[in-house]
């Protein structure tokens, strides 16, 4: 029943929390088990109420050892399906034994449950899959041989443009299942090589399913050229994939280009990072985004009086809107960042305190509104409905504001820094031709995999 309401309550916590949340390929997520559901694990607690969100089946998770305490602390963990496991790292010099929790799950899979677990153990915010550890592979071979035939093993991606920040999107893609039997007669002759072997299989399949950027250094060049090339490269996308799914074929050829030029020309790979770097950190001191260099002028300055017109006219709501919402937006972000400074914690910190403050604020706003200006349930219903869209509103003025604030600066520069603003826009174009004729090499000379 704990886990019924909780799993309620975070799905509408997602539905506000993200402003895109995609999925790819839902119809192959079975609803009912024996199933292993193994994920990329880059934000923390986030990632499980993501995918187990998406499975109409209660799951089951597999948790670290340390989450665990009290007797009533065990209970309630255990209402919310979490199987305990031990981990090295968290037990420093102690005799490591899983057999109870190896146990335990291929128990729950016996009894055609849903599994889910992260098969490279920790949670780090990075665009890339980590070392796979064994021990999915060996509790799915080991509920096999114990009598769930059926068993599959369901590969899940997790992409976040932006995991610690509200309101950033998401790109869920699903894989297609792994029959765990196709490895029963391999399992007969060598368990270990084929426990390696299945455990390469998750990898790859997971590895297909993600962003994967080998290094930090080739992900911010990547970051990079998404930003200043990504937009040109649109129409090269399938045109009848969905904008979500377009955006993940466009980053990922961006990523699979930058990693060919590493190993083939990474002396052209230095350069273009030297060029992106500076251009990059000029925009940065002036406070300016590569959008805005592609601007005419007065383009500039016809959308510039247009969002100070709205400014001007939505400050009612946007004040209405700040005044109701202020403190629950800003209580579980100063909770996140008093908890930990580890960033992969923020954003499932503040999901969670925010399913909590936002409700409260709003019934004791709409109950003290009621109280000290009598109003008619009618009014009163009115009063609660405007609460969370006065709240969206007030996110979008304020995005409103701050590319308008950038827009100003632009003009600034226009009449009094003509020249910089030349410059930036020759640096900008400069890049955008080394970016063209690296796109033609590579389609010339990559396989067609590539």
């Not at 090295?88 to 929790?101: H, K």
């Not at 017109?309 to 700040?322: A, C, S, T």
Request: aromatic letters at 10%; proline letters at 5%; a positive charge.
């Amino acid at each position: 029943m704990l886990y019924l309401i909780l799993k309620l309550i975070y799905k509408l916590g997602l539905w506000v929390f993200f402003r895109r949340f995609e999925v790819r390929n839902r119809h192959l997520m079975p609803d009912r088990g024996p199933l292993l559901v193994v994920s990329n694990h880059p934000n923390t607690f986030m990632d499980p109420i993501v995918t187990a969100s998406l499975l109409r089946q209660p799951v089951y998770f597999i948790a670290k050892s340390t989450l665990f305490g009290s007797g009533l602390q065990n209970r309630m963990l255990r209402q919310m399906h979490l199987i305990p496991i031990h981990r090295r790292e968290d037990n420093p010099g102690q005799a490591i034994s899983n057999e109870e929790a190896f146990a335990a799950s291929s128990v729950a899979l016996q009894q055609h449950k849903t599994l889910l677990i992260f098969p490279e153990g920790n949670s780090f915010n990075q665009r890339r899959l980590r070392k796979i550890k064994t021990g999915t592979a060996r509790i799915a071979l080991e509920a096999l041989s114990a009598g769930a035939a059926d068993l599959r093993i369901l590969p899940v991606g997790l992409n976040y443009t932006a995991p610690t920040r509200f309101r950033s999107d998401v790109f869920v893609n699903v894989g297609e299942p792994v029959a765990v039997a196709e490895y029963v007669a391999a399992c007969q002759q060598d368990g270990q090589e084929t426990v390696l072997a299945l455990t390469e299989e998750i990898r790859k399949r997971l590895e297909g399913l993600i962003i994967h950027t080998p290094t930090d250094e080739e992900d911010e060049l990547a970051r990079q050229v998404e930003i200043l090339y990504k937009g040109r490269l649109a129409a090269d996308a399938p045109s009848d994939a969905p904008a979500h799914l377009q955006d993940f074929l466009l980053t990922r050829a961006i990523v699979s280009s930058i990693n060919y030029f590493s190993q083939k020309d990474p002396v052209r790979v230095a350069a273009l990072k030297q060029k992106l770097g500076d251009y990059m950190e000029q925009l940065r001191r002036l406070r300016l985004r590569d959008e805005a260099m592609g601007l005419r002028r007065d383009t500039v300055l016809q959308q510039s009086l247009l969002r100070v017109l709205f400014l001007v006219l939505g400050l009612p709501v946007y004040g209405y809107g700040l005044l109701h919402n202020y403190l629950p937006y800003i209580i579980p972000a100063k909770a996140a960042r008093a908890a930990t400074h580890e960033e992969e914690w923020h954003a499932p910190i503040m999901l969670t305190v925010g399913i909590f403050t936002f409700p409260l604020f709003y019934l004791l706003e709409v109950w003290l509104a009621r109280e000290l200006l009598q109003l008619s349930w009618a009014w009163t219903t009115l009063h609660l409905l405007s609460l969370p869209l006065s709240g969206f509103f007030t996110l979008y003025y304020w995005g409103t504001l701050r590319r308008t604030r950038e827009h100003w600066l632009l003009l600034r520069l226009f009449v009094k820094r003509q020249d910089l603003v030349s410059s930036l826009r020759r640096q900008r174009q400069e890049i955008v031709t080394e970016l063209e004729a690296a796109k033609a090499d590579y389609l010339a000379q990559a396989s067609p995999d590539s």
